[in-house]
């Protein structure tokens, strides 16, 4: 009788260990397998009600930046795809992967491709964190002199964060702002949350018109550029700042057409003294961790724990890359352009030209300029052009750029006659493989790969299921 009970206890602890394990397993499983959209418990804790002193405040937005980071928010992803829809680069299609982004370059996608959901989810979790923290510090819940020496530059920064966020979304998922048609732009746009997600309850939004998703960028960013200012954050080198939120505007100013804006807050970053043009444009893409350049804006930090740009894998040369430089572009530059040689390796037996931005040459992941000042030159000096500002400083703006590219070989332009397609070059040119150059074809109504039309509905990535699924007023892309 004893050793039956003896067996019988050991029978009955194994048993418990075997519910306790398919439990965790179990646990393990549900959880791997849940929809990228589902909240999962560490989002509901973590809102405006879990953040109870200035450390839970400090963390919350630090994740902000983490979450951004990702490849599949701005840490790479969108200028990968963005070089798949634009015209400028070859595709090595034999790389494409299925379900990902062969169906992007084909203008086929689903609600099932992995990138997209990840994208997709990735984003509004991102905002969500910016949401919580701005929720955080207006609800009046924290108090006290490290509340009060904090409080601005964190909530700049999470209005920084979801305007940058939002945009992104917005080039993807919507046609673009038609910039002849300022204040009118009823087309579908994408979902703008201004509240924490607690509950899943609170995910049935309605998509928001074009319009409405750049009016509320434009203010978020303003606002972003007050509170920094107050603050005290002119730059830095690794979190946004008053100037990074000032040149941001500056590029969603330009894309929504209003050129006269675009132009000011362009003239405002050069002006402000804070940043300069690097000797060698190259030298931009080299840097790791806190480390920028003089003419870094804004930049998404890596380090060695980190390795999340997608970048290296998806262009540097060594790795057998998914895009490759067309020659129509390569020919474009003048044979005594520096950015040849700095910015583009030939390869000696083939002829094929790649891209030396992305080339990983330190031990972590290199940085990722988001926003830099030769940009801004570009803007002012376009924008100046097109709305009727000031020729001399278009003038002097293209010439900067120039001088930079051929150095000994430098020939002034002294007319503003004929400069705008000149500087619209110098745009191509100087932010090759940036991602930039498709949202520019769709603002200047022009073609893009497989000369489809810049607002061809086939563009446009398809919501994820989960979205679709969970909310029950939403609206699916045709």
Request: glycine share 6%.
């Amino acid at each position: 009788m004893k050793s039956f009970k003896k067996y019988s206890l050991q029978f009955l602890v194994y048993s418990l260990r075997f519910i306790v394990y398919s439990f965790i397993f179990c646990l393990i499983i549900f959880t791997s397998c849940k929809k990228a959209l589902d909240i999962k418990p560490k989002q509901i804790l973590i809102n405006e009600e879990a953040i109870t002193t200035v450390r839970d405040l400090e963390a919350v937005a630090a994740g902000m930046y983490d979450g951004l980071q990702s490849a599949n928010v701005l840490g790479g992803n969108q200028i990968v795809f963005s070089e798949l829809l634009g015209e400028e680069t070859v595709v090595q299609q034999s790389i494409l992967s299925n379900f990902g982004t062969r169906e992007i370059y084909e203008h086929k996608t689903s609600v099932q491709i992995g990138l997209l959901r990840s994208m997709w989810a990735e984003s509004y979790a991102v905002i969500n964190r910016a949401n919580n923290v701005i929720a955080a510090i207006d609800g009046g819940k924290l108090a006290g002199k490290d509340f009060e020496a904090v409080k601005n530059k964190l909530k700049g920064e999470a209005l920084f964060v979801r305007g940058c966020v939002l945009f992104n979304l917005c080039r993807f998922w919507a046609l673009p702002y038609d910039v002849d048609t300022r204040g009118g732009n009823s087309q579908q746009g994408v979902i703008i949350r201004t509240q924490p997600t607690l509950t899943p309850e609170n995910l049935s939004i309605a998509r928001s018109s074009v319009e409405e998703v750049f009016s509320q960028v434009i203010s978020d960013l303003i606002e972003a550029e007050t509170l920094l200012k107050s603050a005290g954050v002119k730059k830095s080198p690794d979190r946004a700042s008053e100037l990074a939120a000032t040149a941001m505007l500056s590029k969603v100013y330009f894309f929504k057409g209003d050129y006269f804006n675009a132009a000011a807050r362009a003239s405002a970053v050069i002006n402000s003294g804070k940043f300069s043009l690097n000797d060698s444009v190259i030298d931009i893409y080299k840097t790791s961790g806190s480390t920028s350049t003089n003419e870094c804006i804004f930049q998404l930090v890596n380090i060695s724990t980190d390795q999340s740009s997608s970048l290296p894998s998806n262009f540097q040369r060594t790795k057998n890359p998914l895009m490759i430089a067309d020659t129509s572009v390569v020919n474009k530059y003048d044979a005594a352009d520096r950015r040849l040689a700095n910015l583009l390796y030939k390869n000696p037996f083939t002829g094929l030209y790649y891209t030396k931005k992305y080339d990983q040459i330190l031990p972590t992941a290199p940085n990722i300029t988001l926003i830099r000042l030769a940009e801004m030159y570009i803007i002012q000096s376009e924008s100046n052009l097109i709305s009727g500002g000031d020729t001399t400083v278009a003038l002097s703006r293209y010439n900067a750029i120039l001088k930079r590219a051929m150095q000994g070989n430098f020939i002034p332009e002294t007319t503003a006659v004929g400069l705008l397609p000149k500087v619209q070059l110098q745009r191509q040119l100087e932010l090759f493989f940036e991602g930039d150059r498709y949202d520019n074809l769709r603002r200047m109504k022009q073609n893009v790969r497989f000369g489809k039309s810049y607002n061809d509905p086939s563009l446009l990535f398809k919501i994820p299921q989960e979205e679709m699924a969970g909310n029950t007023l939403i609206e699916q892309n045709p």
